[in-house]
């Protein structure tokens, strides 16, 4: 203690303060997030006569690096896609989580490398080679008619557990999450659903039908579309921001206004005065 | 001498004027400060005295002074106060204006919207009415009115030692008027009563609410009653529900509505892949690699309801209890004390899922007769 | 108006009601002296005045919400202006909140502004008592305001928590539904006090009636009843002040309540009002249409409480999972002990610490002017070990949002806080003390030295030096803060070398120790001189002194063998 005490007046020990302090949250929060390897994605191209060979093709250049030659998965690295179906194709290429840049917890949305045609393709090989759900028509993701009243129901007991009332999303275990509803397509709602990917459950369609599934698209849907008619949203998660907003927002201005109006002018305040200023 | 007496000294270099024994009146104080160029700030009567009765026998007059020092800022200040409380009163009426003119409710188009328009004119309005009028009344006091700065003095907080005195002697007086102290018979038989009469209506309070008896321990589930899916209350084969990875909440068949029963007998199905599913398990209370839980957490009743299909957890998102699905629920993490009761299930002869018996232990949080 | 030397005089129809109500209540001295009464001024003054005109504000707001809303669980089938929601089987209680919101003009504003109150109702207590606690202002005379603004506490968490839980919807049954099996682990007594408010097994028919009845009439009896208790015993013992020039512990120094506090206080009132109407129109607060009606079959993730309840929340999700079978009964030590048996502690500490400061301190004198937080290091560390622990508490329960946004592991942030609960508040308590003890040395060297003026002259040798001034006097006097009192026993042994009588059984030596631990805090900040730079070369001084000087006590010790002397130093 002495020794920090006899020093603490030389210029320096400011910033080597300041830079210890730095270094020490840094390491600690390093340290509990998680850090991800990586693997670099691979562009995919090619064009053939049928969808089926486009789709072969794209896959062995893309895809069959984790997944296998013949989609048989590897252990430990990547799953068999054997009667995974072309909904699973098309909903992990088209929301872009595959092709996977790099191996964390769980694979993030982000923006799709192919087209959508191109996924069609791939999605066409994948099922040619062991089945698997199809990709729903337009007509069966169409939110048209549906029964809102029904899909909230069915929303808030499957699936806001992990997702959260509004679909903002919520946290799984070891680092997983639950992602917020807020970019998906019907398609996509629709085909996540029916394919449960990475640690979702499937929900097929002898379960919760097709039309259980319309409404629920219909439900989460428009609840997003819904403006927020009490002011600005806070990210729709509930009491945690509200009492954020209450603290930094309320509090905080009415102490600045508390200041305000105590405050003394300068001569009240130091007792100078013109004279002995 | 009490503490008190002691707590009236000032230290005695400071004191400028003779000692005060409480009950004395002092000379007359009232200290005024105006700090204004070449003014010294302070007076000749500092007070120092410690407590006096707090009151001048004759009041103090003219302690403030009439105007501010500055007429003429002062002045500027008082019209910008008078135009802040001018905003405040079109903004009241702008709120009125709001009210009758911004219609809500069904039917008028996108309630939502209508809705936001309301709040957000109504909102704004009585924002800037309340502010405008807080914000004019500070700049009156803080620049309009001169500053001032009063000195009152303190009492002391206890009272005199002849008071005190009084006080004691007047309780006793009474006590020996009441013949309280003299007679134990009367005492005792009125405290024997008073307790009683104050305790024994609390008794009414019993109809509040059943007995919890054995209610707890049991569900509404029984042997053949059917799985029905929550919300659609369609039952559910084997069959239909045949991917591994699938959940779904089930409820028992007739109370689909009745949210008490609910509270207790709601679960979850889950369909695993074959091999998947170990002792603790019962595999007999299993069909075809579908193993029924509560969904009423151990913990403090949550429904845990969140299903990792890669790892088998099932996580209550209230506080966090893990419960392994493949091994008979049992708890992994949190503060979950046991593991989500295993419905028996089996199949009903049309090939609808259905129960086999109730739960074989209650569900839901620990209860003390629970054991 | 008649002249009076220029001067206004009372207009003759008022000064004659005035002496009519005068004939019959004898008031005029009494409310003279009211309006007369002095109010120091500091802007931490004004933090329990937040919590004042919120409760007014809820109140009135209350008032409103109760003249449309249905407190009864009868379910319906929900046809109204929501229609994303027609045909959701509901209760008459969440129907009737979605009228209010949707179908009832200003509605929507007069809930949002009613809940956006209770948050900032109870921040404001907070953030009260915190000034309270580390001012020192609830020492003698006003342990009992202290007790009594606890109990307000309590009872403002307690009328939060019923009051959000009445629409019954799926968030806020949540809670409730936690609350019933949080009863239920109560040992013995457990399930006979849930189906006593419940009336029944959860959820049943009762609950949003009986929530509504205590939330709109027993409480805030009680609570109203409770504010003019702790507003007349402010008044009646007056106000503490802040430690300034002409400030001692027999005056109140400050601007009269006629006219200035009342306009200060009543824009104040204008400006929460304010602030409250702006946050309702600009941020959303339980937007229960969202959220959806109750169900005891669904939940959501991100489930929260309002900030108010999530230390109770943070520490049911970090206490382990331990339950006892015994005999045939289940002591269910998980919920009780997070849930009842944490914030009894808290709340009984709480209420305890003036009386645990005076045993500890031996300080029983009357203190009226407030310590600065720095010159009572001990005192602010153990206050700032207590936000510790409340503040673990409180962060763990928001784990899972913290562990989505920020990508922490979610078992890890239980982990984390089940050691930091412990560990955390032991750093506090140590880094708080440093922290106090150096700001006293940047205090007494301000004393000694005066205040860099940043005007940088040239010295007839070449070297430059920055002018200082001496402290003003109405400087000083902020500054120079009156060291605690001294410890009441001074005397440990007698001349024969027996131990005191009060020295003597564990108690005694327990109180000695906190004695000594209480004393390490006496004030460096020497007696002030009022003229600045009375060393030649302070530094060298400062420098030289090192950890033993601030330890034990420093110049400022009265002389032996006075006891219980408080109030030197009265600047």
Known sequence: MRWITARRRRPLFGYAAVLLALVAVGMLYAAVTGLGGGSSALAGSGSSSSQITEGRNLFAVSCAACHGEYAQGRSGVAPSLIGAGAAAVDFQVGTGRMPLKETNAEAPRKPPVFTQSQIYAIAAYVASLGGGPAVPSDQQVSSAGADTALGQSLFNANCAQCHNYSGAGGALTDGKYAPPLTQATNRQIYEAMLTGPEAMPVFNDSTLTPSDKRDIIAYVTQTRAEANPGGFSLGRVGPTTEGLVAWLGGITALVLAAMWITAKRREERTGETAGNR | MSDNDRDLEGTPEERSAPHRVIGTPPPARGLLTEPGPGESSGGGQRGTEPYGPGEAEAPELHEMPSDPPDPKAARNWERVAAALFLISLLASVGFVAAYVSLEIGNNNGDVVVATLRSNL????????????????????????????????????????????????????????????????????????????????????????????????????????????????????????????????????????????????????????EPGQLQAPTNLNWTVDNIVAYSKICTHVGCPAALYEQTTHRILCPCHQSTFDATRGATVMFGPAPRPLPQLPITTDAQGYLVAQSDFHEPVGPSFWERG | MTSNNGRLTIPKPLAKQGGELDDRLHAAKSVRTLLRKVFPDHWTFLLGEIALYSFIILILTGIFLTLFFSPSMTQVVYHGSYTKLNGVRMSEAYASTLNISFDVRGGLLMRQIHHWAADLFLAAILCHLLRIFFTGAYRKPRETNWIIGIVMFTLGILEGFLGYSMPDDLLSGTGVRIAEGTLLGIPVVGTYLSFFLFGGQFPGTEFVARFYIIHVLLVPGLLLALVSAHLFLMVHQKHTQMPGKGHTDANVVGQPMYPYFMVKTGAFFFFVFGVLALLSTFAQINPIWQVGPYTPVAISAGSQPDFYMGFLEGSLRMFPSWTWDIGGHTIAWNVFVPALVVPGLIFTALGLWPFLERWATGDNAYHHVNDRPRNAPTRTGIGMAGVTIYGVLWLEGANDLIAMHLQIPLYLTTEIARWAVFIGPVIAFWATRRICLGLQRRDASMLTHGVETGIIVQQPNGGFVELERPLTDVEVAEIAARPPAPLAITRTVDENGVPEPAMRGVRGKVQAKAHEIFAESISLVPPADGHGNGHGNGHAAAEGEGEPAAVGGGPVQPAEGEEGRTGQGDE
């Open chain 2, 121 to 272: 004119a109504l909102g704004s309005a009585m924002s800037l009415a309340m502010l405008a009028i807080g914000v004019g009344m500070v700049i009156w006091v803080r620049y309009i009115m001169p500053p001032v700065e009063l000195t009152e003095e303190r009492h002391p907080m206890a009272s005199s030692p002849e008071d005190r005195a009084a006080f004691a002697e007047t309780i006793i007086e009474g006590a020996e008027t009441s013949q309280i102290t003299k007679r134990p018979l009367l005492r005792r038989t009125l405290i024997a009563a008073t307790v009683p009469v104050a305790l024994a209506p609390l008794v009414i309070l019993r109809d509040m609410g059943p007995l919890p008896g054995t209610s707890l321990r049991n569900t509404v589930w029984k042997k053949g009653m059917r799985l029905l899916v929550y919300g659609s209350n369609q039952p559910i084969t084997p069959a239909d529900f045949n991917s591994p990875g699938g959940m779904i909440t089930v409820v028992p068949d007739g109370y689909q509505d009745n949210d008490q029963e609910l509270a207790k007998a709601t679960a979850i199905i889950i369909r695993m």
